[in-house]
Nanobody
Framework: QVQLVESGGGLVQPGGSLRLSCAAS????????MGWYRQAPGKQRELVAG???????NYASSVKGRFTISRDNAKNTVNLQMNSLKPEDTAVYYC?????????WGQGTQVTVSS
């Protein structure tokens, strides 16, 4: 069974930065396209960034230029560097395959952007 653990969230002021990390049990990342998702209160979960096994990335328009996704296949981690954070980035952030596997969802990590 795959287990994903997200970390790095917290409370940050607008304009601040956070770095999220996703660790997996086992070598599951290497051949999978991975993604970071988020779900704000009252909204559907959405994909914010994806990264192919070869390193090509794609981003939602709302975060492009501010967020950077990266992966370390040797360490089985996928990271999300978030800069210039805005209040509308407030959400619980999750990692998963892209497209997601419903059995892979972890607990997520809360990101709150507020002054």
């Amino acid at each position: 069974q795959v287990q994903l653990v997200e970390s790095g969230g917290g409370l940050v002021q607008p304009g601040g930065s956070l770095r999220l990390s996703c660790a997996a049990s086992g070598s599951i990342f290497r051949f999978n396209t991975m993604g970071w998702y988020r779900q704000a209160p009252g909204k559907q979960r959405e994909l914010v960034a994806g990264i192919f096994s070869g390193g090509t990335t794609n981003y939602a328009s709302s975060v492009k230029g501010r967020f950077t996704i990266s992966r370390d296949n040797a360490k089985n981690t996928v990271n999300l560097q978030m800069n210039s954070l805005k209040p509308e980035d407030t959400a619980v952030y999750y990692c998963n395959k892209n497209p997601p596997d419903r059995t892979w969802w972890g607990q997520g990590t809360q990101v709150t952007v507020s002054s």
